[in-house]
T-cell receptor
Framework: NAGVMQNPRHLVRRRGQEARLRCSPM?????VYWYRQLPEEGLKFMVY????????ESGMPKERFSAEFPKEGPSILRIQQVVRGDSAAYFC??????????????FGEGSWLTVV | DQQVKQNSPSLSVQEGRISILNCDYT??????FLWYKKYPAEGPTFLIS?????DKNEDGRFTVFLNKSAKHLSLHIVPSQPGDSAVYFC?????????FGKGTRLSVIA
């Protein structure tokens, strides 16, 4: 998983501010996934993207959350007007092919968001 | 509605003995199953996987067993080592994004 790069590792935001989390997939991977882990919970799927396309955003909250994976540059998960409940670990993962065909996805080290 | 369940939040095992971590799923469309290991403040690390066309996959000290009729899989670690102490997540997919269980915290006691 060392190949998937996430930054920042830790981010502190006040309520109402914006949080931006970045993810660069492993070299050669074009599929990116974002997961969130709340305290004492498993990982919950948020969104699946390919370059310039959102493929599945069924796990994204309807408001304040957005994600993109531009043609150039990292994937970005953006949380507007953060609230205390957004405090969590956000993990990005990547794969070379669509994982539903049985390919493994590899995770980054995570970004820990704390909202104060 | 939890589609992937790991009913044991924690497990303690003596060093050198076998660790058995269990996982149940409800969605019969799942056809690919994975185990991830996670240390605190780190990302999940892929451990081993199994396709629904198999009932066993082995990689060194790690073996995953799949019982499709029971919708159950298990991860066997033998012999267990102190470095295996971590949280283990079971995950499943089948035309869906990976669905994770809540994890089992394994403690291997020296």
């Amino acid at each position: 998983n060392a190949g998937v790069m996430q930054n920042p590792r830790h981010l502190v935001r006040r309520r109402g501010q914006e949080a931006r989390l970045r993810c660069s997939p492993m070299k050669g991977h074009s599929h990116v996934y974002w997961y969130r882990q709340l305290p004492e919970e498993g990982l919950k799927f948020m969104v699946y993207l390919q370059k310039e396309n959102i493929i599945d955003e069924s796990g994204m909250p309807k408001e304040r959350f957005s994600a993109e994976f531009p043609k150039e540059g990292p994937s970005i998960l953006r949380i507007q007007q953060v609230v205390r409940g957004d405090s969590a670990a956000y993990f990005c993962a990547s794969s070379g092919q669509q994982h539903i065909s049985g390919n493994t996805i590899y995770f980054g080290e995570g970004s820990w968001l704390t909202v104060v | 509605d939890q589609q992937v369940k790991q009913n044991s939040p924690s497990l303690s095992v003596q060093e050198g003995r076998i660790s058995i971590l269990n996982c149940d799923y409800t969605n019969s469309m799942f056809d690919y199953f994975l185990w991830y290991k996670k240390y605190p403040a780190e990302g999940p690390t892929f451990l081993i996987s199994i396709s629904s066309i198999k009932d066993k996959n082995e990689d060194g000290r790690f073996t995953v067993f799949l019982n499709k009729s029971a919708k159950h899989l298990s991860l066997h670690i033998v012999p267990s080592q102190p470095g295996d102490s971590a949280v283990y997540f079971c995950a499943a997919s089948g035309n869906t994004p990976l669905v994770f269980g809540k994890g089992t915290r394994l403690s291997v006691i020296a």
